[in-house]
């Protein structure tokens, strides 16, 4: 449908001959955050590389408010408007701060009010703080920072968020988490995924859970936090309540 | 005391002469990753190209015909980057051949083209007086040189570090992937990079020209000289592309004079030791 802003159907990927998405299919509203769950192995980041164009798709649909963007190159896909932020920050850690932010900016015409490196301080001060240090010096927590910052710098229709949490601090966590409430505000549509359920379920009005590379579930966040069996089988451990 | 000063004189306008050739090839090797063995025929091509066009056209500048040569072997490089090269990514020994087959043709070109006589390329009328430094007569031209090395230098370093095209690129060598995901076109800017490469050699092979002379196996000469300035400076640094032109230019010069007989164990003798016990060169970084 082209009022979704991002949808896969019935997407197969494969690293080599293995055979890891087998016929994902799910959809983003507009102005929505959507939660990605799975254990680990799911098949989770094999999604969203494939969507940013790291992974070719072998058979399936993208699209990207109508537009077909599967097995585009990243940088074409990135220019069309999809912002990543990729499991592990991968910033440039030769490059400053504030280069980080710089070497990402684009597709300003397309934003009413398009990201510049200012309102990226503004949302995060320590990078200002920060700004002419090399970015392999930072913190984890404000390397993640820079991380959204730099996705956001791409003014992107559509924000992948891969396990943004992953090994920070509480208090930074909470920040992140902050910071993904106020760009939904914004209407900012987001695909996250986190190990964090919690915190995902918390600011997500999708839900889509992945298990051994299939769909196990699409709907609403309300369903999987009130759906004890559904979370026990395809998420393990995590107790909703 | 004339000799010392007369051979410092000569070392420096040589490493002047060396930075202007082997900047391009340490550039290339520095960000892409790639050791390009067409680099001395690149830097040959530049000087055949002026040394033609300054026979065939009366009063050209030679700083325009520097400039003119540099776009042509650029746009030269850029062909064979694009056509050839981006194919061979990820593949370093079908590079070093390739690179190495495409010298010996562009080189044999050369002599069937132009003969095997050397073509000389006339010194720019108003740099034909010699200067005096210390009291000590020196062409003025190989002083100029030296010039042409430090802005050149400049101008690259602005260029790489203080650009946000710069920055882009070195986006591209820390995490080509991700550096595509945020919308950098990392296969162009690395053409980009390897035209710039190709286009300094040409016009420091113009530039050279009134020194060397454009003659068949100057390609020869000079792809050793950029090896040895590059591995001992460091790869990839352009400050130590810098200093080993220097450097080099100071222990071949003076190598040569006081031991014309021992030239090239001089020459080489430093790049082995610095392979042996600094392998990352003097400012090359640790697993760069």
């Known amino acids: ?241 | 005391m004339q000799f010392w000063i007369i051979q410092g004189l000569n070392s420096l306008s040589f490493g002047g002469l060396l930075f202007l050739l082997s900047s391009g090839f340490s550039l290339i090797f520095g960000l892409m990753r790639l050791a390009n063995l067409t680099h001395g025929a690149f830097f040959m091509l530049g000087t055949y190209f002026g040394a033609i066009a300054l026979r065939t056209y009366d009063g050209l500048n030679l700083w325009v015909t520097a400039l003119g040569a540099g776009f042509a072997v650029a746009a030269i490089g850029g062909l064979f980057e694009r056509l050839v090269l981006t194919r061979l990514r990820s593949n370093p020994l079908g590079q070093v051949l390739v690179t190495l087959g495409m010298a010996f043709i562009i080189s044999d070109a050369c002599l069937v083209l132009w003969g095997g006589d050397s073509i000389p390329v006339p010194t720019p009328q108003n740099l034909q007086a010699p200067t005096r430094v210390f009291g000590f007569v020196f062409p003025t031209y190989r002083l100029v040189l030296v010039g042409c090395a430090v802005a050149s230098a400049l101008a690259l370093y602005f260029l790489l570090e203080r650009t946000r095209l710069g920055a882009m690129i070195r986006a591209g060598v820390d995490d080509r992937q991700m550096a595509r995901a945020v919308g950098i076109p990392v296969s162009n800017l690395f053409t980009v990079v390897f035209c710039l490469g190709a286009g300094i050699a040409g016009a420091g092979g113009v530039l050279g020209g009134p020194i060397l002379s454009a003659y068949p196996g100057l390609d020869a000469d000079m792809l050793p000289l950029a090896l040895i300035v590059v591995i001992l400076g460091g790869i990839g640094s352009l400050l130590g592309a810098f200093i080993g032109s220097f450097v080099i230019g100071l222990i071949y010069t003076f190598g040569t004079a006081l031991f014309p007989e021992l030239a090239y164990i001089i020459l080489f003798l430093p790049m082995i030791v610095v392979l042996a016990f600094r392998p990352q060169g003097l400012f090359g970084r640790v697993g760069a």
């Open chain 1, 1 to 241: 449908m082209a009022s979704d802003a991002l949808s896969l159907a019935n997407v197969h990927a494969f690293y080599g001959d293995s055979h890891i998405l087998h016929g994902v299919s799910f959809s983003l509203q507009p102005g929505a955050v959507l939660a990605l769950l799975g254990r680990n192995g799911a098949g989770k980041t094999t999604c969203i590389s494939t969507i940013i164009g790291f992974l070719k798709p072998r058979d399936g649909d993208i699209r990207l408010f109508g537009e077909p963007i599967g097995g585009l190159s990243p940088e074409r896909i990135s220019r069309l408007g999809i912002g990543l932020v990729p499991q592990g920050r991968r910033i440039f850690p030769s490059l400053t701060v504030r280069e980080n932010l710089t070497v990402a900016r684009q597709r300003e015409s397309t934003a009413a009010n398009p990201w510049t490196v200012n309102r990226i301080y503004e949302m995060f001060p320590p990078l200002r703080e920060r700004h002419a240090q090399f970015a392999g010096t930072l913190s984890g927590g404000e390397q993640q920072m820079l991380a959204i910052g730099r996705a956001l710098m791409g003014n992107p229709r559509v924000l992948l968020l891969d396990e943004p949490s992953e090994g920070l601090a509480p208090l930074i966590v909470a920040e992140v988490g902050r910071a993904i409430r106020r760009l939904k505000q914004e209407g900012q549509s987001i695909v996250l995924v986190e190990q964090n359920i919690q915190l995902a379920l918390d600011v997500a009005d999708q839900a889509v859970i992945l298990n051994t590379g299939r769909c196990v579930f699409a709907g609403s966040a309300a369903e999987v936090l009130n759906n004890e069996q559904l979370v026990e089988q395809n998420l393990g451990v995590f107790h909703a309540h």
